[in-house]
Protein backbone atom coordinates (compact mmCIF):
# COMPACT_ATOMS: atom_id res chain seq x y z
CA UNK A 1 0.00 0.00 0.00
CA UNK A 2 1.23 3.35 -0.88
CA UNK A 3 2.04 6.16 1.74
CA UNK A 4 1.47 9.39 0.89
CA UNK A 5 3.73 12.28 3.65
CA UNK A 6 2.99 15.66 2.73
CA UNK A 7 5.05 18.67 4.14
CA UNK A 8 6.67 21.86 3.74
CA UNK A 9 3.20 23.92 4.80
CA UNK A 10 3.33 27.16 7.40
CA UNK A 11 2.00 30.52 7.82
CA UNK A 12 3.22 33.13 4.94
CA UNK A 13 2.57 37.01 3.71
CA UNK A 14 0.24 36.97 0.94
CA UNK A 15 2.56 37.53 -1.85
CA UNK A 16 5.28 34.97 0.07
CA UNK A 17 6.38 32.00 -1.61
CA UNK A 18 6.60 28.02 -0.11
CA UNK A 19 7.85 24.72 -1.59
CA UNK A 20 5.64 21.36 -0.40
CA UNK A 21 7.01 18.05 -0.42
CA UNK A 22 5.05 14.85 -1.00
CA UNK A 23 7.32 11.69 -0.25
CA UNK A 24 5.49 8.32 -1.55
CA UNK A 25 6.19 4.81 -0.61
CA UNK A 26 6.01 2.07 -3.24
CA UNK A 27 7.37 1.21 -6.61
CA UNK A 28 5.01 2.49 -8.69
CA UNK A 29 5.50 5.84 -8.23
CA UNK A 30 7.25 6.59 -11.31
CA UNK A 31 4.56 5.32 -13.57
CA UNK A 32 1.41 7.42 -11.77
CA UNK A 33 0.58 10.94 -12.70
CA UNK A 34 0.67 12.38 -9.28
CA UNK A 35 -1.34 15.52 -8.52
CA UNK A 36 -1.31 18.17 -5.75
CA UNK A 37 -4.92 19.12 -4.53
CA UNK A 38 -6.00 21.53 -1.69
CA UNK A 39 -8.97 21.81 0.84
CA UNK A 40 -10.45 24.92 2.22
CA UNK A 41 -12.55 25.07 5.10
CA UNK A 42 -16.42 24.27 3.86
CA UNK A 43 -15.21 23.51 0.53
CA UNK A 44 -14.62 20.51 -1.61
CA UNK A 45 -11.36 19.00 -2.27
CA UNK A 46 -9.89 20.13 -5.36
CA UNK A 47 -6.91 19.54 -8.01
CA UNK A 48 -4.13 22.45 -8.33
CA UNK A 49 -1.90 20.75 -10.60
CA UNK A 50 -1.13 17.25 -11.97
CA UNK A 51 2.10 15.76 -13.61
CA UNK A 52 2.48 12.73 -16.03
CA UNK A 53 5.08 9.65 -14.96
CA UNK A 54 6.68 11.82 -17.97
CA UNK A 55 6.48 15.44 -16.71
CA UNK A 56 4.08 16.73 -18.47
CA UNK A 57 2.18 19.53 -16.53
CA UNK A 58 -1.63 20.62 -16.07
CA UNK A 59 -2.86 23.94 -13.81
CA UNK A 60 -6.18 24.57 -12.47
CA UNK A 61 -6.80 28.16 -14.01
CA UNK A 62 -6.42 29.70 -10.46
CA UNK A 63 -2.32 28.81 -9.78
CA UNK A 64 -1.41 28.89 -13.50
CA UNK A 65 1.73 31.33 -13.43
CA UNK A 66 2.04 31.34 -9.60
CA UNK A 67 2.37 27.32 -8.86
CA UNK A 68 4.86 24.42 -10.42
CA UNK A 69 4.83 21.22 -9.79
CA UNK A 70 8.23 18.39 -10.53
CA UNK A 71 8.60 15.19 -9.47
CA UNK A 72 11.79 13.42 -9.00
CA UNK A 73 11.45 9.78 -9.14
CA UNK A 74 14.26 8.51 -7.69
CA UNK A 75 13.27 10.13 -4.89
CA UNK A 76 8.92 9.33 -5.16
CA UNK A 77 8.39 12.39 -4.73
CA UNK A 78 6.66 15.34 -5.84
CA UNK A 79 6.76 19.05 -5.22
CA UNK A 80 4.81 22.29 -5.18
CA UNK A 81 6.62 25.26 -5.68
CA UNK A 82 4.14 28.38 -4.88
CA UNK A 83 5.00 31.59 -5.72
CA UNK A 84 2.59 35.33 -5.28
CA UNK A 85 0.39 33.42 -2.32
CA UNK A 86 -2.65 34.65 -2.14
CA UNK A 87 -5.13 34.57 0.83
CA UNK A 88 -7.37 32.40 -0.97
CA UNK A 89 -4.73 29.88 -1.67
CA UNK A 90 -4.89 28.92 2.33
CA UNK A 91 -5.97 25.34 3.02
CA UNK A 92 -5.01 21.72 3.48
CA UNK A 93 -2.87 21.13 0.83
CA UNK A 94 -1.95 17.08 0.22
CA UNK A 95 -0.82 14.76 -2.72
CA UNK A 96 -2.20 11.48 -4.87
CA UNK A 97 -2.12 10.08 -7.60
CA UNK A 98 -4.20 11.53 -10.44
CA UNK A 99 -6.73 10.41 -10.63
CA UNK A 100 -6.89 9.69 -6.79
CA UNK A 101 -6.38 5.82 -5.87
CA UNK A 102 -4.48 6.01 -2.51
CA UNK A 103 -5.38 6.67 0.92
CA UNK A 104 -5.05 10.10 1.24
CA UNK A 105 -2.25 11.56 3.90
CA UNK A 106 -2.53 13.98 6.65
CA UNK A 107 -2.05 17.08 3.86
CA UNK A 108 0.33 20.11 5.40
CA UNK A 109 -2.00 23.37 6.04
CA UNK A 110 -0.83 26.25 3.88
CA UNK A 111 -2.07 30.08 5.74
CA UNK A 112 -1.50 32.99 3.63
CA UNK A 113 -2.35 35.93 5.82
CA UNK A 114 -2.98 39.48 4.15
Known amino acids: QVQLVESGGGLVQAGGSLRLSCAAS????????MGWYRQAPGKQRELVAFISSVGRTNYAGAVTGRFTISRDNAKNTVYLQMNSLKSEDTAVYYC????????WGQGTQVTVSS
Open 26 to 33: GSSFSIKA
Open 96 to 103: NSWPSEYV
